[in-house]
């Protein structure tokens, strides 16, 4: 009889720990479903008790301007740049409608929150900038969720539409606070979406890679003078409308192909001239030549690619050694 209440006293202490242990374990997915509700019902006071806002806050302002920093490269001449400009200036109140409850609503139901970055017409010219609104509500659709925990104080969600891949999930980052309670303190946006914060560089009818291509290039250096090159090339247009010139990405190899120099050239910086409003015409080529300096450096190769910031955010920020490599227009 002894033994069996000492047995018993054991199988409850193991119940209460497994009952502890398993409602700690879980404690994030509550904490989730208690923003969701609350966020639903514009229960403001809620949210601040579940959600740091300042810590969020200021990881959207980063990544946001991080974003408009990469390409602030962008030509005066280039349009949209005043676009840009405010776009810096409104980083803030686009970020307290992403954090707003319908913001939270929106993405928490369906992966995606998209509709919360303005358009680029909305945002030039717009005297109401900062009346960001949100279109449409909320959506049904279905969406994919993984989660779990980087370490015991950190637990990850990943959220992403059924139209979406898993590259363009939004990130949720929970710590936690105490053995059952836990915070949101980081909403991470993906890459393709923070390219709208781009304003500068949005993308536009006249902007479509699929239809330009570069049809032919060659170098060839000047025997008069070491380390200067004749790049010529020819950009095709096979659409039906005007392209914006893209940009130029110029990279200089070595023997076993490795980079030497790689610089991103804006359209102002090889053709002469350039002026808003032109470019490749419809179903039509151009040619451009360029004489490079590369005297700085040693290569036995190059490699030629065009590309628009607003398709490819990133490229810009990728260049190696781009001063070794001087840009002398024909």
């Known amino acids: 009889m002894k033994n ?15 009952t502890v242990g398993s409602f700690s374990y879980n404690s994030p997915i509550t904490t989730l479903g208690d923003i969701k509700k609350a966020a639903q019902l514009n229960d403001k006071d809620r949210l601040r ?14 990544d946001f301007k991080a974003q ?30 992403i954090v707003s409850p319908a913001g939270l609503t929106q993405f928490m139901d369906s992966g ?15 005297s109401s900038v900062r009346q960001t609104s949100i279109e449409g509500g909320s959506t049904r659709d279905p969406i994919h969720i993984e989660r779990g925990y980087d370490e015991f104080s950190r637990y990850r969600v990943r959220i992403w539409g059924s139209e979406s891949n ?73 659409g039906a409308i005007v392209l914006n010139y893209p940009y130029l990405e110029i990279t200089l190899t070595d023997a076993d192909d490795r980079v030497v120099v790689r610089r991103a050239l804006a359209p102002a910086e090889y053709v002469k001239g350039v002026e808003a409003g032109s470019g ?18 040693q290569q036995t190769g190059y490699r030629l690619y065009v590309f628009y910031p607003a398709q490819e955010s990133t490229r810009i920020s990728e260049q190696v050694d781009a001063q070794k490599l001087r840009i002398l227009l024909q």
């Open 166 to 238: 898993p590259a363009e999930a939004l990130v949720l980052t929970l710590q936690r606070e105490g053995l059952f309670s836990w915070k949101l303190t980081r909403i991470s946006l993906p890459n393709n979406l923070l390219a709208r914060a781009d304003y500068g560089t949005a993308a536009s009818a006249h902007e479509q890679p699929s239809v330009l291509s570069i049809e032919s290039s060659d170098l060839r250096a000047d025997p008069a003078h070491p380390g200067l090159f004749l790049l010529t090339t020819t950009l095709s247009n096979s």
């Open 112 to 126: 995606r929150i998209d509709r919360l970055i303005p358009p680029h017409d909305k945002l030039v010219g717009d």
């Open 280 to 297: 490749i015409p419809a179903n039509g080529k151009v040619l451009v030549k360029l004489f490079i300096d590369a005297s700085a450096t």
């Open 68 to 97: 408009l920093m990469r390409n602030a490269v962008v030509p005066p001449s280039a349009p949209g740049v005043l676009g840009m400009a405010l776009a810096t200036a409104m980083v803030d109140p686009l970020i307290d409608t």
């Open 49 to 62: 008790d579940l959600i740091d806002f300042d810590s969020v806050k200021a990881g959207l302002k980063e």
């Open 4 to 18: 069996a209440k000492k047995y018993a006293g054991i199988a409850s202490i193991l119940a209460i720990a497994f």
